[in-house]
């Protein structure tokens, strides 16, 4: 497809149990980018790779969370030891190179019950 | 500590006149600013940037302003449409990393 995409859009998951949040990114891009988003607030950046380095994951909540892009396209966002507080929207983006936009996927709603 | 703040939560304005939504920011390091908008149940989608080198940049209807000196950004819209009903969000990004700090978001109602 010609946007990012993400999978699955939508996820339930019993307090405990470990999820795993996929993005594909738009093909040739070079940056790729993780977000949450809560109810009523922005996009708060969680982690950022380029290729396959990942750079800063300076907004990782916990050591619950880790992500990976092992061959610099396809990243997966895992959540260990799922907690009600990471009910959120988890939003992929990439990007061709600095200093352009980043383009956003339609997100992953995580409801933990 | 919140280093971009959009203070309006919401506007509503008439359609055909102009919409002004506005953003500050509070860290210098701050080079590149962007503006998206978002419908319900989609990923945020791009509108318009401007670099910290200029004041002003244009795309149609929509124009961010960008005040250095006041650390503070706007966009106009102009003028509006009904389409144009979503949320708003600005975001910055500092010199030394691609990662981008968004605003909490301005929901944009137009009326007919």
């Known amino acids: 497809g010609a946007g990012v995409s993400q999978s699955p859009r939508y996820k339930v998951a019993k307090r405990g149990q470990d999820v795993a949040l996929r993005c594909d990114p738009i093909?040739?891009?070079?940056?790729l980018f993780w977000y949450q988003q809560a109810l009523g607030q922005g996009p708060e950046f969680l982690t950022y790779f380029q290729n396959e380095a990942q750079l800063d994951k300076s907004g990782l909540p916990s050591d619950r969370f880790f992500a990976e892009r092992p061959e610099g396209s396809v990243s997966t966002l895992k959540i260990q030891r799922t907690q009600q507080e990471d009910s959120a929207v988890y939003l992929c983006a990439s990007s061709p190179a600095r200093d352009t936009e980043a383009f956003f996927g339609q997100g992953t709603r995580l409801t933990v019950v | 500590d919140q280093q971009v703040k959009q203070n309006s939560p919401s506007l509503s304005v008439q359609e055909g006149r102009i919409s002004i939504l506005n953003c500050d920011y509070t860290n210098s390091m701050f080079d590149y600013f962007l503006w998206y908008k978002k419908y319900p149940a989609e990923g945020p989608t791009f509108l318009i940037s401007i670099s910290s080198i200029k004041d002003k940049n244009e795309d149609g209807r929509f124009t961010v302003f960008l005040n250095k000196s006041a650390k503070h950004l706007s966009l106009h819209i102009v003028p509006s449409q009904p389409g144009d009903s979503a949320v708003y969000f600005c975001?910055?990004?500092?010199?030394?990393?691609?990662?981008?700090?968004f605003g909490t978001g301005t929901r944009l109602q137009v009326f007919p």
């Open positions: 093909s040739g891009h070079v940056s």
């Open positions: 975001a910055a990004m500092p010199y030394n990393t691609d990662k981008l700090i």
